[in-house]
Structures are given as structure tokens and as C-alpha cells.
């Protein structure tokens, strides 16, 4: 791994807030400060609990993989799909939650007017080139009032943004490296997907998207 603290890929204007939504905010190159320990902690995670392929509640195989960590993770098992303290593949607590995570998810929630965001629950997804998440509703966490936190790392993705029926028309958002996203209040329940991922190579991470969402789920 490279030990630029900025891939020439990356450098980019300073932080910029675009809002997509009445409560919805794109909050460019926010997580590029912290990178350094964010892919420290990203590792260690994953050390932990390894990415897996998972099925959805439709019973296809997701083609993004996933891990989770903090008090509460996303677990599929015969019994159906939901929040839970246990990684079923080690049988174990999911890892804490890293510092850095819940630090640069507190100060993005804020920037985008939600203040004290209190994640217990972060899913960890990797798209490799033609990975794609067709259009959903986040809607398993307990309250939907509280906003969540996304956090996009290695090659870029064009997100969909839709409405509240699953055929509402979508905006098509580019996601780059470093790029945090912040969705609440009225726009929380909005549909929304990530278009299969284009080939490319990022310098930090390789052939992926990485992307970090912290949640209250509990
Ligand atoms: C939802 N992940 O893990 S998060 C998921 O990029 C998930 O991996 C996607 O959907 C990903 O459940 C998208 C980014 C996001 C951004 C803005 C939204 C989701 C949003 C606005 C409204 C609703
Ligand atoms: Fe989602």
C-alpha cells in the first residue's frame, strides 16, 4: 500500500457541501483529513471479521461483499436477515467500533445540521469492478430519525438517488474517494443504489469501492 497520504488520483478542491436532498448532503473529499487512520482501522476490522458474500432478503446473492462492526451487524442466516451483536462466522461480538470511524461520522453528521449521532452499527461494503446494490429502502434500523453516514473509498461509483416508491425517477450522483454522504430526517426512507462499478485500479485500494456506513440501529 502506498503511503501517500493524497493519490494524485484524489486531489480535488477543499471539502465541498452539495445538498441532493431536503436533509441529504454530499460532503466532498470530508473523509480525505482522516485517511491514514481510516484504513488502519479499516484493516484492523476487517482482520477481524473478513468480508463475506451475503444473500439478500430476496434470497440472491449480493454481488458486494460485506462485514460490519461496532455493537450491532448486518447477518443473514436461515432465520431471515437483520441486525446482530454476533458475526455468524466467527460466532463472536462483531469488532468494536474504531475511534476513527465514530470521530469523522460525528463530525460529518454534523456538518450536515444532525447533531449528536450516536452510531452503534457500521456495515462495510466492497464492490469490485461490475459489483453493483439494486435500489432499496434502509429500513431495519430501529428509528429512522437518526441520519446515516457514508463514507466512499477507492474507485468512484455513480449512486442513485430515488424517491419513496421504487419507481420514483432517480438523480445519478458521482461518488469519488474521500466523498461522505449524510441522509436524514425526511429523506431517510428515500430508495436508493449504487450502479455496477466501472473497471479501474485506485492506488490505496486497488480494484474496489469501499464503502463505510454508520448507522443507529438499535
Ligand atoms: C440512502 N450502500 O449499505 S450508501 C447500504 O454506496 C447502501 O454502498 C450504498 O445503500 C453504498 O445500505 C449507498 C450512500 C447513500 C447516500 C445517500 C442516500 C444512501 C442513501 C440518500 C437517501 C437514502
Ligand atoms: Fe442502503
Redesign the pocket.
Known sequence: MSLDLFAEQDLQQPARVER??DQ?YVLRGFALPALTQLLAALDGVLRQSPLRQMQTPGGFTMS?R?SSCGDLGWASDRDGYRYSPVDPLSAQPWPALPAAFLTLARTAAEAAGFNGFVPDAC?I?S?APGAK?SL???KNERSFTAP?V?I?LGLP?T?Q?GGFQRSAPTQR?S?FHGDI???GGV????????LPIKPGHHSLLGEQ?I?I?LRQAG
Open positions: 441532493i436532498g441529504a458486494a460485506l456495515l461494503n464492490y446494490m432499496h429502502q434502509d446515516i457514508s466512499s461509483a449512486f438517488f450522483i461518488l454522504v449524510v441522509w429523506d431517510r426512507l428515500r430508495y436508493h443504489g449504487v469501492r464503502n456506513t
